[in-house]
């Protein structure tokens, strides 16, 4: 084994060869085929298409470039946030679950449960 190579305990050895889905068998017998898309279809400004083509070839970004993106308004809300392990997930999701317990807008309903004997079905005239 490289140093390259992992091993999990779910799953046994991964090989460094196998870590990239377009080096499998499987890709190979795909035969996709290669598309040069030219044109911006869904972004308009002209500074953020800059930022997405110096990502896009590799460009180093520049200070002000990773300042736009990190402190930038935003009106997103409720985004799809992602996360690289479950720990954290579990910390975000408990904190806003506790936010949410805490503004719940809807009351807290309690229902009584009356178990009823096996059998045929009993007068319940008197419930």
């Not at 110096?54 to 996360?83: M, W, Y």
Request: glycine content about 4%; hydrophobic content about 35%.
């Amino acid at each position: 084994m490289s140093f390259a190579d992992f091993v999990s305990p779910r799953s046994g050895t991964y090989y460094d060869k196998d870590k990239w889905a377009f080096q499998s068998n499987a890709w190979k017998e795909a035969k996709f085929e290669h598309v040069n898309l030219t044109q911006i279809h869904r972004q308009s400004d002209k500074v953020f298409i800059g930022i997405l083509n110096r990502l896009r070839t590799g460009v180093r970004l520049s200070p002000s470039d990773i300042d736009l993106l990190l402190n930038h308004k935003s009106e997103t809300r409720n985004a799809i946030q992602l996360f690289a392990t479950r720990q954290e997930v579990k910390t975000v999701n408990d904190s806003k679950f506790k936010v949410g317990i805490a503004y719940c807008i809807y009351p807290s309903v309690h229902y009584l449960l009356r178990l009823m004997p096996p059998g045929p079905p009993h007068d319940r005239s008197h419930l």
